[in-house]
């Protein structure tokens, strides 16, 4: 999204962990406990990466593969710091009406379950049309860019 729309989108990441997957929740605190180094995108890279290996020896690994200072971010792991914007962001979800994962809002339209890059910059492209910000020409016939690339 970043390469194709830049400053025109504003990714913003909220938790929701599902209670079927055990190891979720304490995957989502490592998450923040690596914001707190400031790590998170890259920390939460290394965790999508790296499924279904979530369970706590795999994220204190990959902690230290980020280079984070190891006795902060196991402090932070038990911190409410930690814990308390994810019992926020579920709140937000459950008031929202989000039932599962992957849910996105594109400038406040729900879109359920994972889709394609195309069906996002389909809805990207009109809600910027709607609101007479021109679309970026890589975005005007979108086609799938590349993880990582």
Do not use: C
Not at 39 to 63: C, G, M, N, R, T
Not at 67 to 77: A, I, P, V
Not at 124 to 142: F, G, R, W, Y
């Amino acid at each position: 999204m970043r390469k194709v729309y830049g400053d025109k989108v504003r990714i913003v990441w909220k938790h929701d962990p599902l209670a079927i997957h055990k190891d979720a929740p304490l995957a989502h605190i490592a998450s923040m406990a690596a914001e707190q180094q400031g790590k998170f995108w890259e920390f939460h890279d290394k965790v999508f990466a790296s499924q279904p290996k979530i369970q706590k020896d795999f994220l204190l690994q990959y902690a230290r593969d980020l280079g984070l200072d190891m006795k902060r971010f196991e402090q932070d792991l038990y911190s409410p710091r930690s814990k308390a914007p994810i019992d926020a962001d579920m709140a937000e979800a459950k008031a929202l009406g989000v039932t599962g994962t992957p849910a996105f809002f594109i400038n406040g339209h729900f879109v359920s379950g994972a889709k394609p890059f195309e069906d996002f910059a389909q809805s990207i492209n009109a809600e910027l049309t709607k609101l007479n910000v021109p679309v970026p020409a890589a975005a005007a016939s979108p086609t799938p860019v590349k993880k990582g690339g």
